[in-house]
Every structure is written in C-alpha cells, then in structure tokens.
C-alpha cells in the first residue's frame, strides 16, 4: 500500500509563520523529513510518535545528498508512510521541491504541496523594511546567490539595475563581494541602501546596515552566520523607523517552555506576543491511572451528594477527572458541590466545562490552599481530592487543621517525564528556560543527560519549582504571583538583569 508525501513549507524560522494547513499535515505525520533551516519551535510540533529523518546541511556537511533525500521520500511513501517533507521557508523557492517530486511522480506516489512563508519577504518585514513601496520601488527580486558546484554564476545584473525594484539575494553571503561588485559595475549608485540580515524572525536576528558600497566591507568584521540574505534598494532605509520587532520586551531573547503538552500553548502565547522566540520542549506527562475502584466509588458518592467539595490542584488534574466524569455521567452531577482550585490556570480549566470557582488561595500552592479552605469549610464537611498519585503532602496537613474534615485524596493521574534520551541540542542558544512546577524542573534534568545545569537560566512559578532549580545548581527569578501572566513578567525581569550583566 502506497503512502503519500506533503511537500510543506515551514516558514523563516518564527513558529507562528507556518501556515495551519502546514501544522495539520505535520500532526498527521508518520515521517517526518526536515532541513536544518526548520526552526526549533516548529520541530517541537512533530507529534511524539512520528519518526524523524535529518536531511540537511550544517557547516558544509551533506547529512543526506539531494538524490539520497529524493529515494528516501520514495522508499517511505511506498512503506505505506504519511510523509512530511518539512523545509525551510517555501518549498518552491530555490527550495528544490520541484526534484523532490519528480522521482515521486514518476513512481504514482501521491503528493501535495503546502506552500509555506518565505524568509525573502518575511525577514525584511522582522526588520522592518517592506520589499515594496509606492515611494520607493516598483518591483521586488528575488535572486539565488548559490551555484552547483562547479558551475558559472548567470545573473544580469544590467537586467537588475534596471528594473529599479528591490533585490533580494538569498544563500548569497559567500558570494556577496562579487554581487556587490557585479551591480556597481552594471551603474548602480554606490550609495544605494543595502543591508545583510542575519537569522530573520528569530531570537537572534541581526541586521548589518549599509550601502551597496561599502556592504562588503561592513560585513567582514561581523562574522555573518547563516542562514542570512541580501537586500539592496531604498526600501532598506526605512528600517530605522519601522524596526517593529525590536520595541518588544522580549525581543532577542529565546526561551524554553517545559509545561505539560496540552498545557503549553498558554504560556508559549505570551511569550510570543512580547517578542520571544519560544522553543516547546515538554517535560513531563500526565497520564490518567487505571482505576482500582476508589475513583468510580467517588464519582457515585459525588453524584448521590456525598461531597460538599470537590479540590483540584492542576488543569490536567481537572481535565482527567472531567473526561472520567463526562464519560459515564453529565455535568449534573457536579450539582451542589461547591469547587475549589489552587490557582488561576485549574480555575480557568474549570471554566471550559461552565464551572465556576468557589474558593481559590490567596497564595497558589498547597500548603495555603488546605489552611485557608480549612478555615471556611463546615464542621464535618466532605471533601474529594483527585490529583496526581503523588501528591503534595502539604495541603492535606493544612486540611487537617479544620474541624473533622472527611477527606477522599483520590490518586487519579500520575505524572512522568516527557523528555526521552539526550535533548541538550534544543538549549543551542536558549537564554531561559520556563517551569511551572517541581514536576517540570525534574523531568527537563532528566532528558539532559550531561548538561551543566550551573548554566541554566531558570525562571519559576512559585517557592517549591525555584528550590528544584536551585538544588541542580540553576540561576532562578520567581515570579511575583503563580500565574502565567506573573511568569511572563518575571521572564521579562530575568531578560533586563542578562542585559545588565553583559
């Protein structure tokens, strides 16, 4: 049985620049063949049961030749394999996914093609230069600077210059002399704004300014990395007043966010919206227990009014034991129980299923949530607890000190660690790392095997995720309040401290 491939274009690097219809045929995956240009944060999409090839080019090294890569998209799709050839930026531009179907098309296996955003126009736009303007040019170029091996570099430069449009080379850095050189000679004004700019759309862009004559130059003593591009034309200038990204509080900084799977698009969203770029990296897993007959007995005493509260201290928590619920019963069954949630984010899970808090802390951990529902519970009153198997000792001592409470801590999911083998790879540049629990800071140290965690930037959610971090050695902030928008906060304080120490 025949497979199928998705030619699927992943965008400049920025997560958030890859189209839906890309993200879906990526979650549909079996394989999932990349480039070295796909950004970590896109790779962080690939679902955990996908395999993973590496067919791109780092430091002049081929992990796999062109046609290497063409016969292994052929040989999984004929496996019966969903196939997804991820690529940086468009495929279809200088991208060489016209090769990579032929041998497909010549074979039946069918294909589709999921264009993707180009660093050509997307780049300039994170440095703030539009590739056209009504007031500036009439055109936009985009040109390879790159050649086979061996091969002559064919480009009119006389063609060029007279277009008057902006010209935009890509994989142009090793050649930029002799492009440069090529359009003075061809009667372009040495004085034409020009700029290098460096790793668009991600934590560590760059842009080097100058003109066409001096671009060269201004380029030698910058140690330009790729990938990088070329822009030339006026259009350049208006950088200086329309550089968008750089006014973000998070501009320039990377940051790692460990929070479970289904949990972590809150917090990667606002980071992303104060100018991070954000590498999802989950480090544990909530996965529901088999039932040993304690959590089906409590959801008949809550359904028969034997509870007057039911606790939850996690949105996993309240998300496994509602699935449970809902499976079996309907949402009555919550009728007459009064509700309480150790923080904002459980609150607000349990909003999704129109349930509304009656208590939460006014310090999100356990020990303060058991003192203080406590004090407002009634003599006697029934309480269930469904949590993780193990669970924080601390809120049922706080408990304890109400007036003959009766409570049912009910193990319901147990938490493990996400992070499989060796990942030190994705710290490559990440100047924080995110945890909202003690669970996160565990899990993340056991999947990098060897890292020195002395050199960990960690910022945490409250006191007990903080001494996890600070026992392996970490440099740790806390955040003001346990909520996301309080971590987000203290991810932008632990940003200005990094300025001020460099």
């Known amino acids: 049985m025949k497979g199928k491939v998705w030619l699927v274009g992943a965008g400049p690097g920025d997560v958030g620049l890859m189209t839906l219809k890309g993200r879906e045929a990526l979650q549909q995956a079996d394989v999932v063949v990349y480039d070295a240009l796909v950004g970590d944060g896109i790779l962080a999409l690939i679902p955990e049961g996908a395999r993973r090839i590496f067919a791109g080019k780092r430091a002049g090294n081929h992990f796999l030749r062109q046609e290497e890569t063409n016969r292994v998209l052929l040989e999984e799709a004929l496996a019966g394999n969903r196939v997804v050839r991820l690529k940086g930026g468009d495929p279809f531009l200088f991208g060489r996914g016209g090769e990579e179907l032929e041998l497909l098309a010549a074979h039946g296996v069918p294909f589709e093609i999921v264009p993707g955003v180009t660093s050509a126009f997307a780049a300039p736009a ?32 006389e063609a060029l210059v007279r277009t008057g449009g902006t010209l935009i080379f890509l994989m142009g850095i090793a050649a930029l002399p002799e492009l440069c050189e090529g359009l003075l000679k061809a009667g372009m004004a040495p004085d034409t704004p020009a700029a290098v700019l460096e790793k668009g759309t991600t934590a560590a862009q760059r842009r080097i300014p100058a003109t066409l004559s001096t671009l060269a130059q201004a380029c030698e003593g910058a140690r330009v990395q790729t990938p990088a591009l070329i822009v030339v034309g006026r259009v350049c200038a208006l950088a200086e007043r329309f550089a968008w990204r750089d006014a973000l509080p998070l501009s320039g900084v990377k940051a790692l966010v460990t929070r479970p799977r289904e949990l972590i698009s809150g917090m990667a969203a606002l980071l992303r919206e ?36 039911a606790v939850f201290t996690s949105p996993s928590g309240v998300r496994i034991f509602m699935l449970k619920l809902l499976a079996e019963r309907d949402i009555r069954a919550m009728a007459g ?36 529902l406590a004090g407002v519970c009634e ?40 992070v499989d083998g060796d990942a030190r790879s994705v710290m490559d540049g990440v100047d924080f790392v995110v945890f909202t629990s003690a669970s996160t800071v565990k899990g993340f140290a056991a999947g990098m095997a060897g890292l020195d965690m002395t050199g960990v930037r960690a910022v945490c959610i409250g006191a007990q995720t903080r001494q996890a971090a600070q026992t392996l050695g970490m440099k740790t902030w806390m955040a003001k309040r346990a909520t996301l928008e309080a971590l987000a906060d203290a991810v932008e304080e632990a940003a200005e401290a990094m300025k001020t120490e460099n």
């Open 126 to 157: 994170y440095f703030g230069i539009p590739v056209t303007h009504r007031d500036y040019c009439a055109s936009v170029h985009v040109i390879t600077g790159h050649r086979r091996d061996g091969a002559v570099r064919d480009i009119d430069y």
């Open 274 to 309: 104060r100018g991070a770029e954000v590498v999802e990296l989950p480090a544990i897993r909530t996965v529901p227990l088999a039932d040993d007959g304690r959590l089906q007995a409590a959801m008949e005493k809550l359904a028969s009014g034997g509870y007057d509260w």
């Open 337 to 372: 129980v009064k509700l309480a949630a150790i923080g904002d984010g459980s609150r607000r899970e349990l909003l999704k299923y129109g349930l509304r808090c009656d208590f939460v802390p006014s310090v999100f951990d356990g020990e303060t949530l058991g003192r203080e």
């Open 379 to 418: 003599p006697g009153a029934r309480i269930l607890i469904p949590r993780a198997a193990i669970g924080n000792r601390a809120l049922i001592e706080g408990l304890m000190g109400g007036r003959g409470l009766e409570i049912d801590d009910i193990p319901t999911y147990d938490t493990q660690y996400a």
